[in-house]
């Protein structure tokens, strides 16, 4: 398997539910992050990890919690969420954690909440 | 800070037709330009790319951009339109400082006539 991968690739949770997303890359890339699309807006850049270390908080709630063990795994812990977290969530990977490389993205989770 | 902006939401063209999407930047040095295309429900694949040189770009499936300074443009063409180029494309800008990631627009919505 090649490239980056999310699981699940669609989810329905209950507000009070936890849950996790998985991504995992296979590029050998230093650097993931965590992307949030919701309808009529731009891509809103979540979390950055760069070696493992995050980078970058773009002030995102704690319902939402990141956890990379190691550069070829990265997740996003759920819970307690809000019907407006409903959005399509992608994983990227890069080989640095800067906007020189290109970023590689997995085909996302669509992420009701009801 | 950098930002970048799609000015069209959504763009109807012939197939057959030539195509040119919008994109402006802002960033106070020379920036790294990417345009890339999203299909329904799935992630982001890179079209092409501009970091140096040669203004003018080329991408996959027969697009290319062309780089204009003065402009602080970035604007993404293709000669003949096919029905499956119908998708959502999106202009990103980064830089290579330390702790940054990719900055989206909002994205351009391409329908394709008959």
């Known amino acids: 398997e090649t490239g980056v991968t999310q699981t699940p690739r669609h989810l329905v949770m209950g507000m009070t539910n936890k849950k996790s997303l998985k991504c995992e890359q296979h590029l050998g890339h230093n650097a993931m992050y965590w992307y949030k699309q919701s309808a009529k807006k731009p891509l809103e850049l979540m979390f950055v990890?760069?070696?493992?270390?995050?980078?970058e908080n773009n002030s995102v709630p704690s319902r939402f919690s990141p956890e990379c063990p190691n550069s070829s795994h990265l997740f996003l812990h759920l819970h307690t969420l809000q019907p407006e977290d409903s959005a399509l969530y992608l994983c990227?990977?890069?080989?640095?954690?800067?906007?020189?490389?290109?970023?590689?993205f997995g085909q996302g989770t669509r992420l009701t909440v009801v | 800070a950098q930002s970048v902006t799609q000015p069209d939401i959504h763009i109807t063209v012939s197939e057959g037709a030539s195509l040119e999407l919008r994109c402006n930047y802002s960033y106070g040095a020379t920036p790294y330009l990417f345009w890339y295309v999203q299909s329904p429900g799935q992630g982001l694949q890179l079209l092409l790319k501009?970091?140096?040189?040669?203004?003018l770009v080329q991408g996959i499936k027969g697009f290319e951009a062309e780089f204009k300074r003065s402009q602080s443009s970035f604007n993404l063409r293709k000669p003949s339109v096919h029905w499956s180029d119908a998708a959502e494309y999106f202009c990103?800008?980064?830089?290579?400082?330390?702790?940054?990631?990719?900055?989206f627009g909002k994205g351009t919505t391409l329908s394709v006539s008959s």
């Open positions: 990890y760069n070696f493992k270390e995050q980078t």
């Open positions: 501009y970091f140096s040189g040669d203004t």
């Open positions: 990227a990977s890069s080989q640095t954690g800067t906007g020189d490389t290109e970023a590689f």
């Open positions: 990103a800008v980064g830089s290579n400082q330390a702790g940054t990631a990719l900055i």
